[in-house]
């Protein structure tokens, strides 16, 4: 589904991507790992459209991306999530669902129902100003608000970041089913890097914006050397 060819992105001097490469599979999750300052958040910001490459490509089914505007490649199929669990706190939980939708008309209204099945604490409490929500209810809003666009691809940044370890555990499992029960595919930003590849099918590990490990979750986790240079567990 997605390809990803010698893409290098800068900040000014600094190269935050230096010529990564690697392909994800329609219906997989590839956890993206790596310690702080890698270049995990860069590549989602460079794949989403929100920063520009300063080369390389970026293929959605094929289709070259790399200079598309955000919208536009929202409609192709990719949603983001950036780190943070960015809500609008003075609007309602539906409202903030609402905006994932309006593009497709009809309000922004249509596929709620469908959220509201996946996330059935979220419906409990459409009403409800989303500052009011706990951060395990924020994280499951701002990826409820993702999935109204109807991805093919999702980009999912540190959701578990700030969050308990029970929430955390519950926010992977839910990754986990929506692959499974929707056949969507998902690109997974994660420093707990055991908790990612506890539900990938397959990781990527980033050092200083390159590729240092391209392998499956058990061949990662079973090495020594790259856990404890990279992983951190």
Known sequence: MLQVEELETAYGPIRALDGISFEVKQGSITAVLGAN??????????????????????RLDGRNIGQLPVERIVRLGMAHVPE????????SVEDNLRLGGLWRGGGGRDGLAGIYETFPRLAERGAQPASTLSGGERQMLV????????????????????LAPIVAAQIMRLVRDLRQDTGLTVLLVEQNAKAALSVAD???VLSLGRIVADDDPR??????????AYLGF
């Open 84 to 91: 943070g669990r960015g809500v609008i706190s003075e609007l």
């Open 219 to 228: 061949s990662l986790a079973a090495d020594d050397a790259l856990r404890h």
């Open 37 to 58: 300052g890698a270049g995990k958040t860069s590549l989602l910001r460079t794949l989403s459209g929100l920063v520009r490459a300063r080369a390389g490509r970026i």
């Open 143 to 162: 990826i409820g608000r993702a999935l109204m666009s109807r991805p093919r691809l999702l980009l999912l940044d540190e959701p578990s970041l700030g």
């Open 202 to 204: 397959r990781g990527i």
